[in-house]
C-alpha cells in the first residue's frame, strides 16, 4: 500500500490560524484512498532524516515562536532539510513557516536566520499589517500547465522579497502577497513551496493538498473522490477573496 510519510516541524508552537488543520486534511485524503499516512513531530534538538519522510511541514507562529524555532532549526535540521531539498521531497512553509524558508527575517536591528532554501529575505514593516482575504493563480505543472486558483487568507506584518530568478508561488489576483506591491505571493523552487494563505488552506484548496500528495508520493494520478463539499469550500473561499 503507497504510504505519504510526513513530518512536520514545531507543530505546537507554529500552528498559528490553525494551520495544524493542513495536516489533517492530508491524512483524511489520504484515508479515504487507501493510502497510508505516517505523521512525525519534529521538535527542539531532533535531527531531520532527509530520506524518512516524503514531505516536511511548517506552519506560522508568533515573532517570539518563531524566533525560538529559528535557531535550533538552523542548528540541528538545516542539513537534514537541504538534503531533502535536494533529492525532490516536498518542503512546505506557511507564513513564519515561508518566512523561515529563506535566508533571515530582519526584525528591527536583528535578524531572525533561515533555512536558505530559495531566494527569498523579509523585513518586518513599520506600515499597517497586510491582512485579509486573499486569492492568487497558480499553475504548478509549468508555463503550459492549467491555471488554478488558490483562496485563503493572510495576516503579517512582513515583507518577503523575492531575490533575482526566484519565481513566486502564484499571481495576486486579490488581497496584497509578499509585500503588497509587488503582485506576487510564496515562492517555489522545485518542490519546496512557501505561500502566507492561512485559513487554513487545504481545507479551502482540496484540488492543491492532492497535488501535494501525488508529488510527494510520486503517483501518476490519485483516485478521484467525491468532492461536492470541498468544492464548495473552495468557491466559497474564491467569492470571499473577490476572486
Keep these: ?16 490560524y490553525a494551520d495544524r488543520g493542513n495536516l489533517l486534511m492530508l491524512e483524511r485524503r489520504c484515508a479515504w484512498r487507501g493510502i497510508g499516512f505516517e505523521l512525525q513531530a519534529a521538535g527542539f534538538g531532533d535531527r531531520i532524516d532527509p530520506d524518512a519522510h516524503d514531505l516536511f511541514y511548517m506552519g506560522g507562529g508568533q515573532d517570539r515562536d518563531q524566533e525560538l524555532c529559528a535557531a535550533d532549526l538552523v542548528a540541528t535540521k538545516r542539513e537534514g532539510l537541504e538534503a531533502a531539498a535536494a533529492a525532490g521531497r516536498v518542503i512546505m512553509g506557511v507564513c513564519g513557516g515561508f518566512q523561515l524558508l529563506g535566508h533571515a527575517y530582519a526584525l528591527g536591528d536583528r535578524d531572525i536566520p533561515g533555512l536558505g532554501l530559495v531566494d527569498v529575505r523579509t523585513v518586518r514593516s513599520a506600515d499597517p499589517r497586510l491582512i485579509g482575504n486573499v486569492a492568487i493563480e497558480v499553475a504548478l505543472d509549468g508555463p503550459g500547465g492549467p491555471r488554478q486558483v488558490l483562496a485563503g487568507f493572510e495576516n503579517h506584518a512582513g515583507r518577503t522579497h523575492l531575490g533575482p530568478g526566484e519565481e513566486p508561488l502564484g499571481r495576486v489576483l486579490t488581497g496584497h502577497g509578499n509585500t503588497g506591491e509587488s503582485g506576487f505571493e510564496g515562492v517555489r523552487r522545485g518542490n519546496v513551496v512557501g505561500t502566507y494563505l492561512h485559513g487554513p488552506l487545504l481545507p479551502k484548496n482540496a484540488w492543491f493538498a492532492d497535488w501535494l500528495i501525488r508529488t510527494a508520493t510520486g503517483a501518476d494520478a490519485l483516485e478521484p473522490l467525491d468532492d461536492s463539499l470541498e468544492d464548495a469550500a473552495h468557491e466559497l473561499a474564491r467569492r470571499v477573496a473577490g476572486a
Excluded at 500500500?1 to 498559528?16: E, F, T
Design 1 to 16: 500500500m503507497p504510504k505519504l510519510r510526513v513530518c512536520a516541524l514545531y507543530p505546537d508552537l507554529m500552528n498559528i
